[in-house]
């Protein structure tokens, strides 16, 4: 079985999330007061963005005041998300749209991947937009915006979110309208945590208990026998996902049977299933057992080996970056 990798809008508020595994969209119109302004403008074309030094400054320092109030770790700021951030908000000021995708479709996660963010970090956005508001923006403007997407719960939630680590803002007016955009990336929180579960990590042999009995849930529920937790098993997975490289999850050309320890000749058959996540936290956690576990049984193949009657024994392995990327490797083996 050669396993698969698994890896938005609205008019008057809209905030945006992604992530591999983790989708979400949904815009902040701010309709202002008309403020003064009083900056030196950067010039492209038609489009101005005032002190973008001194705005993204102010914006960082607002979005972690919040942040601290609440007991959230600070951001920073970060050359890709500033990247990413400013040129969505030219894009839009230039072209005269208003959405967290692009005409042509791109959307926040490509474009921080555009700008050198890696692709399995969570990534949100939120941004808005002032009609009739004087440019070139200024201070003001940036906390307005501020407090407009803190009323807002979808545009709050990205705010305040676990597992961020960078920030980055960017803004530009054009044509009597404003454009601001602020981005957020970082490892994430792993899926399917339950209401008050702690993301404790979890060690390679817990990982192993929790696989076996969550298999072994669906296999009682088919009045199958249960599979018994193989360290030999575990340690091929192991060694499967050591030997992927890039995003390739796992060791495709090794033999499987020579990378098992010990003999070989005790296992009949050999059934391999792997996944990965992107923005899914820095450590393995038992919700990631689950996830995986349950992503497998809803996919009628990987289902097929796992509740197979032939199979006797389960080994999983997992690995994670530290960066939001984790992968799990199953192999279900039939004992002689």
Request: charged share 25%.
């Amino acid at each position: 079985m050669i396993p698969q990798e698994q890896g938005r809008p609205c008019n008057s508020a809209q905030a945006g999330a992604s992530g591999k595994a983790k989708a979400a969209l949904c815009v902040l119109l701010l309709l202002a007061n008309l403020l003064p302004g009083g900056f030196a403008a950067a010039q492209t074309e038609s489009v101005v963005t005032g002190p973008l030094d001194r705005l993204r400054q102010d914006a960082l320092s607002r979005v972690n005041e919040v942040r601290r109030e609440r007991g959230l770790e600070t951001l920073d700021l970060t050359d890709p998300l500033n990247a990413a951030a400013q040129a969505h908000a030219e894009d839009m000021a230039r072209r005269d749209y208003y959405s967290h995708v692009s005409p042509e479709g791109e959307d926040a996660q490509d474009r921080y991947i555009e700008h050198g963010g890696s692709r399995w970090r969570f990534v949100a956005e939120n941004i808005a937009t002032c009609e009739g508001c004087p440019a070139p923006p200024d201070i003001a403007r940036v906390r307005s915006f501020q407090e407009g997407w803190m009323q807002s719960p979808e545009h709050r939630h990205n705010i305040l979110a676990h597992g961020l680590e960078g920030f980055g803002f960017g803004i530009a007016a054009s044509e009597g309208r404003i454009y601001a955009v602020q981005t957020f990336a970082g490892a994430g929180t792993p899926p399917g945590l339950e209401a008050g579960e702690q993301p404790a990590p979890l060690a390679p042999a817990q990982q192993l208990d929790e696989a076996v009995a969550a298999v072994n849930r669906a296999r009682e529920e088919e009045e199958l026998p249960p599979l018994e937790a193989s360290e030999a098993l575990t340690t091929l997975a192991e060694r499967l996902l050591a030997g992927g490289s890039g995003d390739r999850l796992i060791d495709r050309s090794a033999e499987l049977f020579e990378l098992l320890p010990g003999e070989r000749a005790e296992w009949r058959s050999l059934n391999v299933l792997a996944a990965a996540c992107g923005g899914c936290g820095t450590a393995p956690v038992a919700a990631d057992v689950r996830h995986f576990t349950d992503q497998w049984l809803s996919d009628p193949q990987h289902r097929q080996a796992l509740l197979s009657r032939e199979a006797t024994h389960l080994g999983f392995a997992m690995e994670a970056n530290g960066e939001g990327r984790k992968a799990a490797a199953a192999v279900v083996g039939q004992h002689l």
